[in-house]
C-alpha cells in the first residue's frame, strides 16, 4: 500500500508543477487498526505504542518523501495529530468542533501553535454543498445550512492568537459533488457564495458590511446571469 502511495504522489509530483501537493488524511478512524494483523505488525515494527501513532507515523514518511522531490504536503487537519511532523506541512482547518472526523480535532490555533501554516475552510462557512437557505431552491443538498450571510460574516482568524495569525494562509470555499449532479446544480450553489468567501478571502476583517456586499452584488449577479451561470438569488 505504501509502495503504491509513493508511485501515485511521484506521478503527481512530475505531473503537476505546483510547489503544494494534498495528501488528504481526513476522517481516518482507527477502530480497524486495532484489529488488523499487518498494522499491528507495523505499530510493533515501528515502536509506535498503539493505533495513534499509526497515522502520524505515514504522515511522516509523506511528508518527507513530498519534500525530498521539492513538494510541501497539505492536508486536513486529522493529519498533523501526533509529534514529530515536519513543520513544512500545511493544515486545512474544516472544523469548528470535533464532530464528523472519527478521532480527535485540532483548532486551527492548536494547528498554528505547533508551527504549520493553515488554510481555513470551516464546515460551517465554506461548504457550499450545504444548503443556502433559499425560500425556493430546486436543488439538493448535503444537509446544514450556509447562507450568503453566513459566508460573509466568516473571520479566518476567529480564535487564533495575534502572534500566531501569520500561519493563517486564507481560505478556501468547498463544494463536494456527492449531491451535485451537474454543472447547471453546481453553479447555483456556488455563486453568489463564492463571491462572498471571496470577499472575506481577500479583504480579511478589512471586509465591506455584508449591505454594501448585497449592493454591489446586486450589479455582478445580472453580470453573471448575462455571461450564462446560473447564479443562485441573494436572499
Sequence with gaps: AIKFMEDVLDYVCRLF???????????????????????????RDEGLGSEKGLQPWITRHFVKFLADR???????????????IPKTAMGMSWRIGKQGAGHDWLSPADIAAKGHDVVMTPNSFCYLDYAQGL????????????TLAKCHSMDLCDGVPENLRKHILGGQGNNWS????????????????????????????????????????KVHRTFLIQQGVNCAPLQ
Design 70 to 84: 521539492g513538494k510541501r504536503a497539505l492536508g486536513w487537519d486529522e493529519y498533523l495529530l501526533g509529534e514529530g
Design 135 to 146: 425560500a425556493e431552491d430546486p436543488f439538493q443538498y448535503i444537509g446544514g445550512c450556509v
Design 178 to 217: 456527492e449531491y451535485t449532479w451537474n454543472q447547471y446544480d453546481l453553479e447555483w450553489k456556488m455563486w453568489p457564495r463564492g463571491c462572498a468567501l471571496a470577499e472575506v478571502f481577500w479583504s480579511g476583517n478589512g471586509k465591506p458590511s455584508f449591505d454594501d456586499f448585497l449592493r454591489r452584488m
Design 17 to 43: 508543477p505546483s510547489e503544494v501537493v494534498h495528501i488528504g488524511g481526513d476522517e481516518c478512524p482507527q477502530e480497524r487498526w486495532k484489529t488488523c494483523p499487518k498494522c499491528q505488525k507495523r505499530i
